[in-house]
T-cell receptor, first 110, second 114 residues
Framework: RKEVEQDPGPFNVPEGATVAFNCTYSNSASQSFFWYRQDCRKEPKLLMSVYSSGNEDGRFTAQLNRASQYISLLIRDSKLSDSATYLCAVNGAGSYQLTFGKGTKLSVIP | GAGVSQTPSNKVTEKGKYVELRCDPISGHTALYWYRQSLGQGPEFLIYFQGTGAADDSGLPNDRFFAVRPEGSVSTLKIQRTERGDSAVYLC????????????FGPGTRLTVL
């Protein structure tokens, strides 16, 4: 089993739709969790850190489920500008290295 | 302020050659990371520096890869005897230095080995 696995894409959704991505991780000692956004041929940019209590930033909501070892990202009212690849990233206990999933490509269609 | 910068943005080389990739982190960031991203994959960790020292080099694939950060700022990733399989985007990131701090990525160097 890979350390970090994401929903296979691509996700093609109409503008205004709600879309959810899941990401599972295998290391139960993982401590920090992140969602990054990566546009085509660009660097990853942090979208959100994911906290145990869940967190929301505008149209974006991130959740962590430690018991089932997964994190999720919910995007409400999708915009064309949300089209990108979404990467989840995890770092283990005491480890600075981030382990990334392969990413899920989202295309928001007019 | 200025973000992480990387040079060159593109590098084409021939199999067997030596290459150096440079990273200039955000000013004041003590932690610096190198990752490698192949097409269709997420970034893969290579090495992490805290100050001048390599704190974790467990991701370096073999001894052809080496990285330095002599003054605790700019870092250079060095690849000897390049192979076609080394072709990828090499990403550098920096952070303030604590475990929870956000890693900010540079634009990457796209390395193509012919």
């Amino acid at each position: 089993r890979k350390e970090v696995e994401q929903d296979p894409g691509p996700f093609n959704v109409p503008e205004g739709a709600t879309v959810a991505f899941n990401c599972t991780y295998s290391n139960s000692a993982s401590q920090s969790f992140f969602w990054y956004r990566q546009d085509c041929r660009k660097e990853p940019k942090l979208l959100m850190s994911v906290y145990s209590s869940g967190n929301e930033d505008g149209r974006f909501t991130a959740q962590l489920n430690r018991a089932s070892q997964y994190i999720s990202l919910l995007i409400r009212d999708s915009k064309l500008s949300d089209s990108a690849t979404y990467l989840c990233a995890v770092n283990g206990a005491g480890s600075y290295q981030l382990t990334f999933g392969k990413g899920t490509k989202l295309s928001v269609i007019p | 302020g200025a973000g992480v910068s990387q040079t060159p943005s593109n590098k084409v080389t021939e199999k067997g050659k030596y290459v150096e990739l440079r990273c200039d982190p955000i000013s004041g960031h003590t932690a610096l990371y190198w990752y490698r991203q192949s097409l269709g994959q997420g970034p893969e960790f290579l090495i992490y520096f805290q100050g001048t020292g390599a704190a974790d080099d467990s991701g370096l694939p073999n001894d052809r890869f080496f990285a330095v950060r002599p003054e605790g700022s700019v870092s250079t990733l060095k690849i000897q005897r390049t192979e076609r399989g080394d072709s990828a985007v090499y990403l550098c990131a920096s952070s303030l230095g604590s475990l929870q701090d956000t890693q900010y990525f540079g634009p990457g160097t796209r390395l193509t080995v012919l």
